[in-house]
């Protein structure tokens, strides 16, 4: 097996994809797991920005914990009537784009996209974040965790939606096993002690009250809960990964998704309102997570803490999975559209979107090098880009059903409209009460991507007209090219090359530029005896030799000044360079050879129309295992070419 299969597996067939699909089970941490890792610091944000509060603060979590899980409700639904209606996959592009427009459809891709990333860097920080809380020690290498953590997820996506849900099931399961039961025990006290239980652990004191309960702070405690809501997209736009019957296994999903959620989030402000729980400032001393003083309130600090801690670290650093998931299933799409390069919407060999996930992992690393793998100025950003999505989403769901009519069409569009509306508000909520913590970033973030995806649109456009041709294939006045060939020295490189021009045509130009390199010797004598004589005895037309003397040391100038003779020599016929290239199958042949590939780099770009190039490798006849090749019986027989137009100047 090789080091490749070993990492990513054997290749899959396309035949195989069915046996990759997935259902409600593993689902739900392939899928959910962003959503539900977001019940451990959804209400620790709400707590945090009513800490000026001082100990009030818990009075209002169970209030907040509501209006946010009210919301996820009235997304849940609209999301249900989203999937049997977009069965290929209805993300927030597809819907947007078929019924609001292709501009407002790249809007919700742009903010989609950005939520993606950050999704993945804030999750993996957030992670190693609470590593390094329980072990100091490991702080000095925060960044080099993320980025393993990082490689680790990256891996285990490009090889297959199956090889990441059975690897995440583990951890997302224990996490909801642990902390379920955990607030079931906690309720159970706060029941048979009348609703005031006593912690098991003694908690943080609270600090003093700096401000008054207000609307305005219970609306940004609001906004900053309502990054639990992240995530919830990604089961409507992966229809596709699940296995028959599709809608009712995707529908399954997200309703497993949102009531786990939703009773994990109220039920963990209801504990922490009993036990007077609040927020510690984070980054100074004494600072402890509200999960951390849930658990030990209520359980104390045992061995089942310590399997509840460990479960919450690794959903935190695995969370960016949904986000692995999701991203290049929307880059597909809109490279279906070509708003992206079409390799965006090719399957690698696990079947898998690789190109996506690659560009995932490098945005998000480099988010996770810019940021030192301390990112917490990048979760006030994360709520934006989710409910300007989910906003323009439904709002196109409107527009879907008006234009379709039919029965129950009225009913589905109002539980879209209603939650269009939901979005909506929360968005404004979050962007005015966000905009200072940084929110205004995504605002100016999007739109360079607008303009990208709409140069690479124009980009396809542009190519598409300039190379479109229709009718018969026109044969007419056809000539052989003239081969050129740029030598170095008479070696079995370049008789190969030699060889093989002259059966192609009768107009062969060997070019030889003289520019003081080492085994570099004018070929002006011995071309006569060496190639004339024998072409001209197997009945060819001799090719003719052109030295060229670099005053300059230089080589590609004159090249290049010689095609252009050629070009205006034969104003009607092609210029075909042959390129002679030494192939070394080691990976260190890259580091001594370069002229072949830079000369082809630079005729693509300078050639002009009438060039075309044909590459002429010879393989070194030591093999890789030290076996001797066989020498080929002919030129044609071995001469493998790559004729390459390049483009128009």
């Not at 504990?271 to 600072?287: E, S």
């Not at 310590?306 to 692995?324: C, D, I």
């Not at 409910?387 to 379709?404: K, P």
Request: with cysteine.
């Amino acid at each position: 097996m090789s080091l490749k299969e070993t990492f990513f597996g054997k290749r899959l067939r396309s035949e195989a994809e069915q046996e990759e699909q997935i259902g409600p089970f593993a689902a739900v941490p392939v899928l959910g797991l962003d959503a539900l890792a977001s019940a451990s610091y959804g209400p620790e944000a709400a707590l945090t920005v009513l800490l000026p509060l001082g100990a009030a603060a818990s009075s209002y979590v169970v209030v907040v914990a509501c209006a946010v899980v009210a919301v996820l409700l009235i997304v849940f639904f609209s999301y249900r009537q989203t999937i049997p209606a977009y069965p290929q996959g209805g993300g927030s592009f597809t819907v947007a784009k078929d019924n609001l427009g292709t501009g407002i459809g790249l809007l919700a891709a742009s903010a989609l996209a950005i939520d993606y990333v950050l999704n993945v860097a804030v999750a993996i920080s957030a992670g190693v974040g609470a590593l390094v809380s329980a072990a100091p020690k490991l702080f000095p290498h925060s960044l080099a965790l993320c980025l393993g953590i990082l490689a680790v997820i990256t891996v285990v996506n490009l090889r297959g939606i199956r090889s990441a849900g059975l690897v995440f099931m583990t951890p997302t399961y224990l996490f909801v096993g642990t902390l379920g039961i955990t607030i079931l025990i906690g309720i159970w006290k706060t029941v048979g002690t009348g609703g005031h239980p006593q912690p098991v652990e003694t908690l943080p004191a609270a600090g003093a009250a700096t401000a008054a309960a207000s609307v305005w702070i219970v609306l940004r405690a609001f906004a900053s809960g309502c990054t639990a809501l992240t995530g919830i997209e990604a089961v409507s736009n992966a229809v596709p990964v699940f296995r028959q019957p599709k809608i009712e296994n995707a529908r399954r999903t997200l309703t497993a998704i949102m009531a786990v959620l939703a009773f994990l989030v109220i039920g963990g402000a209801v504990v922490a309102r009993a036990y007077g729980i609040h927020a510690t400032v984070p980054g100074h001393a004494g600072y402890q997570s509200v999960l951390s003083q849930i658990v030990a309130s209520v359980v104390g600090r045992g061995w089942f803490y310590y399997l509840m801690m460990t479960a919450v670290l690794l959903v935190l650093a695995l969370s960016a999975n949904t986000s692995f998931a999701d991203f290049p299933r929307v880059c597909r799409v809109l490279a279906q559209d070509e708003y992206l390069p079409a390799e965006f919407a090719h399957r690698g060999s696990r079947l898998v979107y690789t190109a996506g996930i690659l560009l995932l992992a490098g945005l998000s690393g480099a988010l996770l090098v810019l940021f030192g793998g301390i990112t917490d100025r990048l979760i006030p950003l994360f709520a934006v880009g989710a409910f300007l999505a989910f906003t323009l989403s439904q709002l196109g769901m409107v527009f879907h059903w008006r234009r379709r009519g039919g029965p129950g069409a009225m009913r589905s569009l109002i539980v879209n409209a209603v939650g269009a509306l939901a979005t909506g508000t929360t968005l404004i909520v979050i962007a005015v009460a966000k905009f200072r913590e940084g929110a205004w970033i995504t605002i100016l973030v999007i739109p360079p991507l607008l303009l990208l995806f709409r140069r690479v649109r124009r980009y396809h456009e542009t190519l598409d007209r300039e190379t479109d041709a229709g009718g018969p294939l026109d044969v007419r006045g056809l000539l052989p090219p003239v081969v050129v060939i740029p030598l170095k020295r008479m070696d079995a490189v370049a008789r190969k090359a030699l060889r093989l021009a002259i059966t192609m045509s009768s107009e062969v130009r060997a070019v030889q530029i003289v520019a003081e390199e080492m085994k570099t010797e004018d070929l002006s004598a011995s071309w006569d005896t060496l190639v004339e004589e024998p072409a001209r005895a197997a009945g060819y037309k001799p090719p003719f030799l052109t030295v060229v003397r670099s005053p300059y040391r230089e080589f590609f100038s004159p090249l290049l000044r010689a095609l252009k003779d050629l070009g205006e020599e034969y104003p009607d016929r092609t210029i075909a360079v042959m390129l002679p290239e030494v192939v070394e199958r080691r990976w260190y042949h890259f580091l001594f050879r370069h002229r072949a590939t830079f000369l082809k780099a630079l005729l693509l770009m300078r050639g002009g129309p009438r060039i075309a190039l044909i590459t002429t490798p010879w393989y070194l006849q030591e093999a890789a295992h030290g076996e001797k090749l066989r020498t080929p019986r002919s030129a044609k027989d071995d001469a493998v070419t790559q004729v390459v137009q390049a483009p128009a100047e």
